[in-house]
């Protein structure tokens, strides 16, 4: 159960609560839990990295939880189409693209 599909196909197999369910508490449901996670993600560490997030932008020296700094700002709906259409024929993140768009930017400027 390493693919999407996969993954995908086994969410939609599961059942609903039904009158016989065996319903868990405390550790044995943290334990089954867990295994279930496992079993969905490949492994142990299929479920670090979907608990961990999206990566830090930070160096390594970071501590772990830290979170890269965010800007917010308005786009004429010209750039936002310029973006939006660059973003879908590159097939890369939005973000990557704004990030790389700055850094050129800065590049070109800096003085």
């Known amino acids: 159960m390493n693919t999407d599909s996969d993954r ?3 969410a939609e197999q599961l ?9 868990r508490e405390g550790d044995a449901a943290a334990a089954h839990g867990r295994a279930a996670l ?3 993600l ?4 299929g479920v670090e990295k979907a608990l961990r997030g999206r990566p830090s932008l930070a160096s390594e020296q970071k501590a772990r939880g830290y979170q890269s700094p965010k800007r917010t700002f308005r786009l004429t709906e010209e750039l936002d189409h310029q973006l939006a259409t ?6 890369r993140p939005q973000s990557d693209v704004m990030r790389d ?3 050129e930017y800065f590049e070109r400027h800096a003085g």
Do not use: H
């Open 86 to 91: 660059f973003v879908k024929a590159a097939q």
């Open 38 to 40: 496992e079993a969905a």
């Open 15 to 23: 059942q609903t609560f039904g009158p016989d369910a065996r319903l």
């Open 42 to 45: 490949g492994g142990a560490e």
């Open 101 to 103: 768009a700055l850094s």
């Open 8 to 10: 995908s196909s086994w």
